[in-house]
C-alpha cells in the first residue's frame, strides 16, 4: 500500500466531489446524457468519486480496476444490447477511466475512449469540470450515434443522472 495515496484520499474531504459536480452541474451532466441517448442506442452512465474507500486503497486498486468495481456494480454491463458505457472520475487521483461493454468494445477501440479521458483530464486540470464533462459526453454520444443509432425503440435502460460519490 502506497502511504503517500493513503494520506492524500484521506486529507481529502468527502464533499469535494459534490462540491465540483454539484446541483448544477449535475443537472447539465444528466440533461447531457439524455441529449446524448436520444439518437443512439447505448446508455451513458457517469460517476464521480471523491476520496475512496479505505479497502480499495488498501488492495492498492487503480482507477481503471474501481471504474471496472462500479461498471459491474452499477449494472452497467446489463443493458439489453451490451452498449453500456461508464465515463469514471476519480477526483484525488486525479483520473478519468471510460469502460465500455463488449458491444461496444467490439466496435469502437479503446484508444478512442482513452482519448476522450485525456481531454478530460486536461479541462479539470484547468478548472474546467463543466466543460470536461460536457465534451466528453457529447463525444462519448457521437461515437455511439455511428454504431447503435437509435431504432425503434430506445430504452433508457440507466439513470442519466451523474452519480456523486
Known sequence: MK????????????????RRFGPALSAEIGAAVEI???????????????????????????????????????????????????????LVDRRVEILADRGIAAKV????????????????TAGDYRGGALAAIRRAGELLTAHFPAGTTNPDELPNQPMVI
Not at 6 to 13: E, R
Not at 50 to 77: K, N, Y
Open 3 to 18: 502511504l503517500g495515496r493513503v494520506l492524500k484520499h484521506w486529507l481529502v474531504p468527502p464533499w469535494l466531489a459534490a
Open 36 to 90: 446524448a441517448e436520444a439518437t443512439q442506442r447505448g446508455e451513458i452512465r457517469f460517476v464521480v468519486e471523491g476520496p475512496l474507500p479505505f479497502a480499495v486503497l488498501w488492495q492498492e486498486r487503480t482507477a481503471r480496476q474501481r471504474a471496472a468495481d462500479l461498471f459491474g456494480r452499477l449494472g452497467v454491463w446489463d443493458t439489453e444490447e451490451n452498449c453500456g458505457v461508464l465515463i469514471y472520475v476519480q
Open 109 to 124: 477501440p479503446q484508444a478512442e475512449w482513452d482519448a476522450i479521458c485525456r481531454h478530460m483530464e486536461a479541462a479539470f
